[in-house]
Each structure stands twice: as C-alpha cells, then as structure tokens.
C-alpha cells in the first residue's frame, strides 16, 4: 500500500464512520521487501491510530501469498472473519468506489448467512446509506428541458462486483 493509498484509506475510514459504519477493523499489511521496510514509518503516519500497520517480518512466509492475493489487495472479510470480497489492481485503488461500496456491503448484507456479531442499530444506519446513495443519483438524473411532463424514474442502484 503505498502512501497515498494510505491516507486515502484513512480518509475512507472517517468517511464511513461519519455515515455510522462503526467498529470496522482496518489492517495495512506492509510489503516485506526492504524499500517497504525502510518507509513502515511514514506509512504509520499515514493513518491514524485507528488503522493498524502491520510490519512483515523477512523471514516469515508472506502474508500475500498466504492470502492468494498481492500487496495493493484489499481483502474484506465480515464480522465473523468470512472473506466477502477480495478486490486487487485495478479496482483497488480508492480513487474508485469499489472498495468503499464493497465495505458497505459487507457491513449490511448478509451475504455469507447470518452473523451473531451484528450491530444493533445497522438496520438503521444501513438504510440511510442507501437512501443518501438513491438521493445522490436521482439528484445526478438529468432533468427534462421541454415542457412535455415525462415520468422519469431514478435509476436503480445494481451492485456489480470484480
């Protein structure tokens, strides 16, 4: 994860924990290789205390490989520590929406069954976010220019996944 990754996924972070998605974990797996090694500490003051750098030891098996994955991966798991998706280059960068629609979902959907650690009040939280994602897309919607009265319905909001 590079350092503007980095602060990006600090950025992120504030973002969802300012729409309610709460006590989410983030880890930053820090490459093994010696250029990576030699700037562990700008990348910890790239985030905040709320994100865990974890610093790979040299000598130990790579986290990546054990994980099937690469170090620019985002790998999401739900709170019962199930892999929901597993995102790499390029829709890992967070210049994109597709890990910040990926934390959402694995936040509010059961999607591998139900879980005993389930926030209380994500029911509510969950239905905001897709309330203010419906409002921003029917605000995005193109309005009708002539005087004719069409009936324009907002456009659905599919969730595609790579």
């Given amino acids: ?53 974890y ?9 990546w490989t054990i994980l099937n994955g690469n170090k620019d991966d985002f790998l999401i798991y739900d709170r019962c520590g199930r892999l929901v998706y597993h995102l790499g280059l390029p829709y890992s960068f967070l210049s994109f929406q597709y890990v910040e ?15 005993s650690y389930t926030e209380p009040d994500i029911d509510y939280t969950c239905e905001n976010i897709t309330k203010k994602e419906d409002e921003n897309l029917a605000e995005a919607e193109p309005k009708p220019s002539d005087q004719h009265s069409h009936h324009h319905h907002p456009p659905h909001r599919h969730r595609h996944h790579h």
């Fill in 55 to 63: 610093q790979q030891d040299e000598q130990q098996a790579d986290v």
């Fill in 1 to 53: 994860l590079c350092l503007l990754q980095a602060s990006r996924l600090e950025d992120l972070r504030v973002k969802l924990e300012n729409e309610g998605l709460v006590n989410i974990s983030y880890v930053v797996v820090n490459h093994q290789g010696t250029h990576s090694q030699k700037k562990f500490h700008l990348l910890k003051e790239s985030v905040s205390e709320h994100i865990s750098v």
């Fill in 101 to 115: 629609e990926a934390i959402k979902i694995a936040y509010c959907e059961n999607k591998c069954g139900n879980c």
